[in-house]
């Protein structure tokens, strides 16, 4: 069974920092590319970031470019969301997905469970 557990969020003051992660379990690591998005109460949902660990190709939204980092771990079968200088406007339940192929396609096959990032001011 395909499996992403997204984990890592939690409060935090404005400026400080979170590192999500997404754990796949079910597939290979390099079959797709994994992407985070998030949704913020009454929005809807934003798309925030992708990589492909096959070539390491990796994609930022404009609203969090500069201040987020994302990355894998083969190992580990894991990537990462490293957040920085985060803002209340950053306030959301994130998600993981699975993206068909590589980065930019726009087919999300698998999705795990949203973690939920509160940033006060």
């Known amino acids: 069974e395909v499996q992403l557990q997204a984990s890592g969020g939690g409060s935090v003051q404005t400026g400080g920092s979170l590192r999500l992660s997404c754990r796949v379990s079910?597939?290979?690591?390099?079959?797709?590319?994994i992407a985070w998005f998030r949704q913020a109460p009454g929005k809807e949902r934003e798309w925030v970031s992708c990589?492909?660990?096959?070539?390491?190709?990796?994609t930022y939204a404009d609203s969090i470019k500069g201040r987020f980092t994302i990355s894998g771990d083969a190992g580990r079968k894991t990537v990462y969301l490293q957040m920085s200088s985060l803002k209340p406007e950053d306030t959301a339940d994130y998600y993981c997905?699975?993206?068909?192929?590589?980065?930019?396609?726009?087919?999300?096959?698998?999705w795990g469970q949203g973690t939920l990032v509160t940033v006060s001011s």
């Open positions: 990589i492909s660990t096959r070539d390491g190709k990796t």
């Open positions: 997905a699975t993206e068909a192929v590589t980065c930019g396609v726009g087919v999300y096959d698998y």
């Open positions: 079910g597939i290979s690591f390099d079959e797709y590319a």
